[in-house]
């Protein structure tokens, strides 16, 4: 069997370990989320409770002539502490942490996981061995590798501790990223035209796929972080009226992220260290995207004759750098932090995609490589 069609099997196998990995995860984060809901059942319970018993001796009658008896009351912290006893453990970095035991799921979603970033691995190594170069020159094998890339991420990420709804949002994109590279960017593996038979097909485009990768799981972390801002502040746009429109929201009321279906939320960081974490993820990816901008000025030069011409691509990427460039400024100089810095990074992420997506196939230029 020819390389190139072993590599494709290889990539087959990953996409089926994501896919499992995805569902584990998922798994794991209804586990959380049902636990979670159950805490919330009964600190809310045990408030209702406290109540109950206030109230009713309020009413307790006193003797005929006597003096009147004092009103019983329940402290507030007997409250407070009936629903820390039931939410659980607090961990060092503000998240609850409910003893849930050990999870399958978890496990499940670990190994698999693994396994899919060393079939994609495996696949991607074969694919440049049956090209006769490195895999990087169509957006089949940017695919590849920027899942590649996105996987080991998250994993390094999640090293210490599994936070499954990370997990559902990256593997959900490095599913579907496979699926439509193995059916809709997929092209026989050969050698490219001249202009891309240069190292510089390692060290821009290489250094571009692993910065989108970066940017891909610092994307699924602002996500989070947002939800979980809007838990920790009680900010949510379903708890207001919309006006002519509020018929569509009632229904909509009960998922609100400050209602009890998104309790799970207390089992995750808190917004200021997940903000802390997209930062620095994004920090990266900005150092590398920068890199790639200098390299492509450089490559262009030697195969074009010029260091910038307004290529379609050219300029995406200089879109991409600068949206990300205001998000860093913005946040570390301005002061911007919470949703309107996670804002930035939404925006940012969104030119990334369009940038290899929409450019590369819709746009006529000179960086029109994607083999399609």
């Given amino acids: 069997m020819p390389l190139g069609d072993i590599s494709t099997l290889l990539v087959w196998g990953a996409a089926t370990a994501f896919t499992i990995a995805l569902i584990a995860y998922s798994a794991a984060l209804a586990r959380?989320?049902?636990?979670?809901?159950?805490?919330?059942?009964?600190?809310?319970?045990?408030?209702?409770?406290?109540?109950?018993?206030?109230?009713?001796?309020?009413?307790?009658p006193v003797g005929a002539g006597g003096p009147a008896a004092p009103v019983a009351s329940v402290p507030a912290e007997s409250v407070t502490a009936d629903a820390a006893a039931a939410a659980g453990p607090v961990a060092a970095d503000g998240s609850v942490d409910p003893d849930l035991g050990p999870s399958r799921s978890t496990g499940i979603a670990r190994s698999t996981t693994y396994l899919g970033v060393v079939l994609l691995l495996a696949g991607i190594v074969l694919r440049g061995l049956a090209a006769g170069r490195w895999p990087t020159a169509n957006m089949y094998?940017?695919?590849?590798?920027?899942?590649?890339?996105?996987?080991?991420?998250?994993?390094?990420?999640?090293?210490?501790r599994?936070?499954?709804?990370?997990?559902v949002v990256v593997m959900g994109i490095g599913v579907l990223a496979l699926v439509?590279?193995?059916?809709?960017?997929?092209?026989?593996?050969?050698?490219?035209?001249p202009a891309l038979q240069s190292y510089w097909l390692v060290l821009h485009v290489g250094v571009a796929i692993i910065a989108t990768g970066?940017?891909?799981?610092?994307?699924?972390?602002?996500?989070?972080?947002?939800?979980?801002?809007?838990?920790?502040?009680?900010?949510?746009?379903?708890?207001?009226?919309?006006?002519?429109?509020d018929g569509l929201r009632r229904p909509l009321a009960r998922w609100r992220v400050t209602g009890p279906a998104w309790s799970w939320l207390r089992t995750v960081p808190s917004a200021r260290n997940l903000e802390a974490l997209s930062f620095r993820l994004n920090a990266i990816?900005?150092?590398?995207?920068?890199?790639?901008?200098?390299?492509?000025?450089?490559?262009?030069?030697?195969?074009?004759?010029?260091?910038?011409g307004w290529d379609p691509k050219e300029v995406g990427t200089f879109v991409a750098w600068v949206v990300y460039a205001a998000y860093l400024h913005a946040r570390t100089t301005r002061g911007w932090a919470g949703r309107r810095a996670a804002y930035f990074v939404y925006v940012g992420y969104a030119v990334v995609l369009m940038n290899f997506t929409v450019v590369n196939l819709f746009v006529?230029?000179?960086h029109s490589y994607s083999g399609l």
């Fill in 32 to 60: 959380v989320a049902d636990a979670s809901s159950r805490e919330h059942r009964a600190a809310r319970a045990a408030k209702v409770a406290a109540a109950k018993q206030a109230r009713a001796a309020a009413r307790q």
């Fill in 162 to 167: 599994v936070i499954p709804f990370l997990g």
């Fill in 364 to 366: 006529t230029g000179k």
């Fill in 285 to 308: 990816g900005f150092v590398l995207w920068t890199l790639t901008l200098i390299g492509g000025a450089i490559w262009a030069e030697h195969a074009w004759g010029r260091y910038w």
């Fill in 214 to 245: 970066i940017f891909t799981v610092a994307f699924a972390t602002a996500v989070l972080q947002v939800l979980q801002d809007g838990r920790e502040t009680g900010r949510s746009h379903l708890d207001h009226a919309w006006g002519r429109f």
């Fill in 141 to 160: 094998e940017y695919t590849l590798v920027g899942t590649f890339v996105a996987a080991v991420v998250l994993a390094v990420v999640q090293r210490r």
């Fill in 180 to 193: 439509l590279g193995l059916n809709a960017f997929y092209v026989q593996a050969e050698e490219v035209q």
